[in-house]
């Protein structure tokens, strides 16, 4: 009778065995996927965030704003937080391609500024949430460019013929000829954009290579004298090559917010916007803000940054070089011009 007993719970207890862990089976982990920037996160707070909340992330990285808008508009993946710049979540705005955000889900957004918010790309502030921010200039090698540089022009001087370096970015660089030309970085006047082409065209033979992440290396390295990049890359660069130097050339620049958006195809909202939080949590914001070296727009990770870094002019220029920028705005229509004279100015010879 005893065995029978034994042989009954012995049998119990292997059923319950097997419930159990097909339960656990069952119980999978939700995955949200996030688009970001290369090199514009700490990559351990990914691992921090899974382990606080149970939550797997999907990291994924793209080059340049349009690489990432012409991934997401079809809408065969599914990302839960892409990370784009301010013109291009204009543009997902108007085309219906984001998630209103629930900011009862995002509280540490009061730690963003201020002067962040209800700017033209999402001026009542529903869509989007500040990550970073900085300018684009030029960077120089001290020991390679001797004469002051202060304006775009120096781009053209055929004395740095194979030592200058472009970004591999229509708005970036086509912007960079607008503003030499004393244009705005938005312009719709065909005349004014065929001069700005032109003008590239003209650079193209002094062009070492149209880059992106790739600047970093070979700028710390020596290998070009000259690159249009943006700030926080700059800061990265100066403190591995002290011989650099960044300038906001007087004829004005790009002055740009990247902030975290939700798209719409997004299978995890809620969990999008825990991590939307999870990110302006001060001491995380304060660490990704060190790693990358770009400007946080968090009030309270800057007052906990070294002052050396916090005083830096490349990372926090003052109100007079912000006053001479620019925010990029959506082109609209305008994108398919834009894209022409870049093709034609990449097919140059």
Same mark, same amino acid.
């Given at each position: 009778?005893? !065995?029978?007993?034994?042989?009954?719970? %012995?049998?119990?207890?292997?059923?319950?065995?097997?419930?159990?862990? $097909?339960?656990?089976?069952?119980?999978?982990?939700? $995955?949200?996927?996030?688009?970001?920037?290369?090199?514009?996160?700490?990559?351990?707070?990914?691992?921090?965030?899974?382990?606080?909340?149970?939550?797997? #992330?999907?990291?994924?990285?793209?080059?340049?704003?349009?690489?990432?808008?012409?991934?997401?508009?079809?809408?065969?993946?599914?990302?839960?937080?892409?990370?784009?710049?301010?013109?291009? *979540?204009?543009?997902?705005?108007?085309?219906?391609?984001?998630?209103?955000? &629930?900011?009862?889900?995002?509280?540490?957004?009061?730690?963003?500024?201020?002067?962040?918010?209800?700017?033209?790309?999402?001026?009542?502030?529903?869509?989007?949430?500040?990550?970073?921010?900085?300018?684009?200039?030029?960077?120089?090698?001290? @020991?390679?460019?001797?004469?002051?540089?202060?304006?775009?022009?120096?781009?053209?001087?055929?004395?740095?013929?194979?030592?200058?370096?472009?970004?591999?970015?229509?708005?970036? $660089?086509?912007?960079?000829?607008?503003?030499?030309?004393?244009?705005?970085?938005? @312009?719709?006047?065909? &005349?004014?954009?065929?001069? /700005?082409?032109?003008?590239? *065209? !003209?650079?193209?033979?002094?062009?070492? +290579?149209?880059?992106?992440?790739?600047?970093?290396?070979?700028?710390?390295?020596?290998?070009?004298?000259? +690159?249009?990049?943006?700030?926080?890359?700059?800061?990265?660069?100066?403190?591995?090559?002290?011989?650099? /130097?960044? #300038? #906001?050339?007087?004829?004005?620049?790009?002055?740009?917010?990247?902030?975290?958006?939700?798209?719409?195809?997004?299978?995890?909202?809620?969990?999008?916007?825990?991590?939307?939080?999870?990110?302006?949590?001060?001491?995380? /914001?304060?660490?990704?803000?060190?790693?990358?070296?770009?400007? $946080?727009?968090? @009030?309270?990770?800057?007052?906990?940054?070294?002052? !050396?870094?916090?005083?830096?002019?490349? +990372?926090?220029?003052? &109100?007079?070089?912000?006053?001479?920028?620019?925010?990029?705005?959506? %082109?609209?229509?305008? #994108?398919?011009?834009?894209?022409?004279?870049?093709?034609?100015?990449?097919? /140059?010879?």
């Amino acid at each position: 009778m005893k !065995k029978l007993i034994k042989k009954c719970l %012995l049998i119990s207890f292997s059923v319950l065995m097997i419930i159990s862990l $097909t339960a656990c089976q069952g119980e999978k982990k939700v $995955t949200i996927n996030v688009y970001n920037w290369g090199e514009y996160i700490d990559k351990s707070v990914i691992g921090e965030f899974e382990e606080k909340y149970g939550i797997n #992330v999907n990291y994924e990285l793209f080059e340049t704003n349009e690489a990432m808008y012409q991934k997401i508009k079809p809408g065969a993946v599914n990302y839960d937080v892409a990370i784009p710049s301010d013109y291009m *979540i204009s543009k997902m705005i108007e085309e219906d391609m984001l998630l209103k955000i &629930d900011f009862d889900n995002v509280p540490n957004y009061k730690y963003i500024d201020d002067k962040f918010k209800n700017l033209e790309y999402d001026p009542t502030n529903e869509y989007s949430v500040p990550y970073m921010w900085g300018t684009v200039g030029i960077l120089y090698n001290k @020991t390679m460019v001797k004469e002051p540089v202060n304006s775009w022009d120096i781009l053209w001087d055929e004395k740095y013929a194979k030592q200058i370096l472009m970004q591999d970015s229509q708005r970036e $660089t086509i912007g960079v000829a607008l503003q030499k030309l004393g244009y705005s970085l938005n @312009t719709n006047n065909l &005349d004014e954009l065929e001069e /700005a082409k032109q003008e590239l *065209i !003209k650079q193209k033979p002094l062009v070492l +290579a149209y880059v992106v992440d790739e600047v970093k290396d070979k700028m710390i390295s020596g290998e070009a004298a000259l +690159a249009v990049v943006w700030a926080g890359d700059a800061v990265v660069m100066i403190e591995q090559n002290p011989d650099l /130097a960044y #300038v #906001v050339p007087e004829e004005g620049s790009n002055f740009f917010v990247d902030a975290m958006v939700i798209p719409k195809t997004s299978k995890h909202k809620k969990e999008a916007e825990m991590f939307i939080n999870f990110m302006c949590e001060t001491e995380i /914001a304060l660490k990704n803000t060190n790693y990358i070296g770009y400007s $946080t727009p968090h @009030t309270e990770a800057k007052k906990m940054l070294d002052p !050396k870094v916090a005083n830096d002019p490349v +990372a926090y220029p003052s &109100d007079d070089i912000l006053e001479k920028c620019e925010v990029y705005r959506d %082109l609209g229509d305008m #994108v398919k011009i834009y894209d022409r004279i870049w093709t034609e100015i990449k097919a /140059a010879k």
